[in-house]
């Protein structure tokens, strides 16, 4: 595993290279509050990004609706290494390589597979399609992906060792406690993991350990309920121990928030369970609710779900299994499909793909579930190789003339190759071609740069208020998709003096951005090419 972890350490440094800056809003977000993290500003951000739980005006405290441990490990690397975006990196260079021996264990020890299997699901997790750009982004694919893989295979080693002499299962749970937390603190729907373990563990107890002849499972033994409490304490003490290791790390995140917002978990996240539409995170001074997701009839609601539905297949299909894995990792799967690990996975997948879909469906299909299902990736690669292997076998058995062993070297190389190109060719359009990785959102430091020779210390309202903070800028709330009348109406709450549009400016205020002359209201005073900066005319 050594030289597979020195593999991917080296492709992970390459492929960080040509990234010089964040290249979109989440990965900006998560860099200038690392920044603030090392600078010793604490958790405050200068900007406000969405109006869900009507923030107050910027600076304010951060991480309201993202989560924090994103912007902890990058201001960590800045700790060490100084304030710069190659700093901010590094712990994500590192703990990205750890995925290739985490898919070689899954497979080999977890999923008693042969070492060829190992390897390959390792190269796989290297060369991983559409993930490949993303892991050594400022974003939380990489310790959401770590720390879920192995929040899951510990809670299968303690449910593996419960009952058997000698083994220490509370001990496992305490670990995959710990890793659920991480992930909680990764992303806020890392939750779920905890939830699959928590039910996982209840389902086995009750279904499975009530059984008199465990191997064989074929006599219901009603006694055991009657021996309670003695039991049930001693089968759901270790879940204490699952509890108290995600509390370890969670718990002071949960009085932070206390203390700050008066809740231990902010609600501008749940806001997002009752929206119309993806550009409603966008919007200011509408309810948000149970009784305004209702309005909108059961139509719309059923065609929303229906959207997210086909996007997060694609995505289950294209992204997390490559096409091309899908059905080798659905034959490995199959055969496997009483290996408890392949059942708690099993219903992570369902419960993160239920709630994709069906709660939190627009968030869920614009990125959710492409970044929360990294912690499945060594369990799909792990199966994907081992179904490799068992269809070349059935094949071979009715083709004899099949060299068995070498046909298995060829396919595997095969799908080596093909993740190779899919990666290159994804890397290559995402960040290398024209330079688009670095490019993006460029022109924001000419603006923060006028900005602060006109006044350094106004609020101006802008389409990506992290990245413009990255490129330089001072204080900023982004515009809301609203028309220009309730535009104005949060440009007057927070204080606003220019208002900033670009080509992804909200489509209410598409005929202020095309026709951007002087209005009533608004004095156009610079233009970056296709950016109009407004002065905001106050009474």
Known sequence: MFWLFGLALLIRLLAALPQQQPNYMDAAYSYVNAVNLAAGRGFVEDFVWNYLGNP????????????????????????????????????????????????????????????????????????????????????????????????????????????????????????????????????????????????????HLLVVSCFTNQSEASQWDVSR?????????????????????????????????????????????????????????????????????????????????????????????????MIFLAPLAMVGSWRLRYHSLIQLAGLYALLLCGAMTLVFAFPGARGGLFHSGAALLPIIYGTAAIGLDLTVDWIAARRRHWEVQSAKRVFGVGLLVMALLLSSFIYYNRVLKNDVWNRADLVYAAVAEWIATEDPTVTVMINNPPAYRFHGGGLSVVVPNENLETTLQAARHYGVDYLILDANHPAPLAEIYNEPQDQPRLSLVKTFGDVYIFRILWP
């Open 56 to 203: 107050e005006p910027p600076p304010r405290p951060s991480h309201q609706y993202w989560m924090p441990l994103t912007s902890m490990m990058a201001g960590l690397g800045m700790v060490v290494g100084g304030i710069s975006y190659r700093a901010a990196q590094m712990p994500f260079v590192l703990l990205s390589a750890l995925l290739a021996p985490i898919s070689y264990w899954t497979t080999v020890q977890a999923l008693r597979g042969r070492r060829w299997q190992g390897w390959l699901a390792g190269l796989l997790a290297i060369f991983s399609g559409f993930y490949l750009p993303f892991w050594t982004a400022i974003d939380s694919f990489t310790p959401f992906g770590v720390a879920g893989s192995l929040a899951l295979l510990f809670a299968w080693q303690g449910l593996k060792g419960n009952g058997q002499p000698g083994a220490r299962p509370s001990l496992y749970l305490f670990a995959a406690g710990l890793f659920a937390g991480l992930a909680h603190l990764a992303r806020a729907d890392g939750l779920l993991l905890l939830i699959t373990m928590l039910i996982f563990y209840l389902v």
């Open 225 to 321: 309920f009657k021996s309670f409490p003695h039991f049930w304490l001693r089968s759901l003490t270790p879940l204490i121990f699952l509890l108290t290791g995600y509390l370890v790390v969670m718990l002071p995140w949960f009085i932070r928030n206390w203390q700050v917002t008066g809740a231990f978990l902010p609600v501008a996240g749940s806001q997002t369970i009752w929206l119309t539409g993806y550009d409603d995170l966008f919007s200011y001074g509408r309810e948000v609710s149970l009784s305004t997701f209702l309005a909108q009839g059961w139509g719309p609601i059923l065609q929303g779900r229906w959207w997210s539905l086909v996007a997060n297949l694609q995505t289950v299909l294209a992204v997390w299994d």
